[in-house]
C-alpha cells in the first residue's frame, strides 16, 4: 500500500509569514494526526481527525495554527503568523479508525519547517 | 496526563556490542506500549509494540522490549547491535487523554550511533 504522503518535504519562510502543509494519509484511514517534532523532542501531538471531525485538538495552539479535513481524506495545517519557534518537522500519521486505537501510527516523511 | 522517559539522549556503541536503551512511563490505566526508529532521512517506523499477554516481546531485526509493569518500563534490547541500526530510537505509549480520545505519547528520544 502507497504510504502517508506530505508536501512540500522543506520549507524556509520568515516570521510573520505563513506557511501550509498538506497530508494525504493511507487509503481508507479514517484517523488522521499532526504532529510537531522540534529538534531534539519526540513528537507532539497537535490535533486528531476522525474522518472530517476534530476528536482532539486540546494541544493545538489555536491563534496562530489551523487544521482541516474538509473531505475526510487529505488535511491542510497552517501557520499564520509563524514565529521562530515553530521551527520543527511537523509530522502527519495516519491509522484505519479510532477504535483500532492500539494499531500503530503510520508515518510520513514529514515537512521540515525553518523560520527565519 | 500519560508522559514518557528515556533516559540516554545519545548512546555510542560498537558493532556486536548489546544494546539496551531505558524507558519509563506515567500513566495510571491501562496503556499500550511501543518503539519507533527513525533511520537518518527516513519517516518513523514501527519497531514493536506490547498490547497484552507475554511481557517479552520480539519485534523486527532483532530488537525485542521488556514490558515490567510494577516499573512501568519498557526498556529495548538488542543482543548484538550493527551499523545498520544506527538511527533515533523513540519509545511511546498509547493511552486515554484528558479529551477521552486515545493518543500516543512520545519520549524525547535516543540516539544511537554504532560504530563500525
Known amino acids: 500500500e502507497a504510504g502517508v504522503a506530505q508536501s512540500p518535504r522543506y520549507k524556509i519562510i520568515e516570521k510573520r509569514q505563513s506557511v501550509a502543509f498538506w497530508c494525504n494519509p493511507i487509503?481508507?484511514?479514517?484517523?488522521l494526526y499532526w504532529y510537531q517534532q522540534i529538534l531534539g523532542q519526540g513528537p507532539k501531538l497537535l490535533i486528531q481527525?476522525?474522518?472530517?471531525?476534530?476528536?482532539?485538538d486540546s494541544q493545538l495552539p489555536k491563534d496562530r495554527f489551523s487544521a482541516e479535513r474538509l473531505k475526510g481524506v487529505d488535511s491542510t495545517l497552517k501557520i499564520q503568523p509563524a514565529k521562530l519557534e515553530d521551527s520543527a518537522v511537523y509530522l502527519c500519521?495516519?491509522?484505519?479508525?479510532?477504535?483500532?486505537?492500539?494499531?500503530?501510527?503510520?508515518f510520513g516523511n514529514g515537512t521540515r519547517l525553518t523560520v527565519t | 496526563a500519560q508522559s514518557v522517559s528515556q533516559h540516554n539522549h545519545h548512546v555510542i556503541l560498537s558493532e556486536a556490542a548489546s544494546l539496551e536503551l531505558g524507558c519509563n512511563y506515567s500513566?495510571?490505566?491501562?496503556?499500550?506500549l511501543f518503539w519507533y526508529v527513525q533511520y537518518p532521512g527516513q519517516h518513523l517506523q514501527l519497531l514493536l509494540k506490547?498490547?497484552?499477554?507475554?511481557?517479552l516481546v520480539k519485534g523486527i531485526k532483532g530488537f525485542e522490549a521488556e514490558f515490567i509493569k510494577s516499573k512501568f518500563s519498557f526498556n529495548l534490547r538488542k543482543p548484538s547491535v550493527q551499523w545498520s541500526d544506527t538511527a533515533e530510537y523513540f519509545c511511546?505509549?498509547?493511552?486515554?487523554?484528558?479529551?477521552?480520545?486515545?493518543?500516543?505519547?512520545f519520549g524525547k528520544g535516543t540516539k544511537l550511533s554504532v560504530i563500525p
Open positions: 481527525f476522525q474522518n472530517n471531525g476534530v476528536v482532539d
Open positions: 506490547y498490547f497484552s499477554g507475554d511481557p
Open positions: 500513566y495510571g490505566g491501562t496503556v499500550n
Open positions: 500519521a495516519s491509522r484505519p479508525d479510532k477504535s483500532s486505537y492500539n494499531s500503530p501510527l503510520h
Open positions: 511511546a505509549v498509547n493511552a486515554r487523554s484528558g479529551a477521552g480520545s486515545y493518543q500516543l505519547t
Open positions: 487509503s481508507g484511514h479514517a484517523t
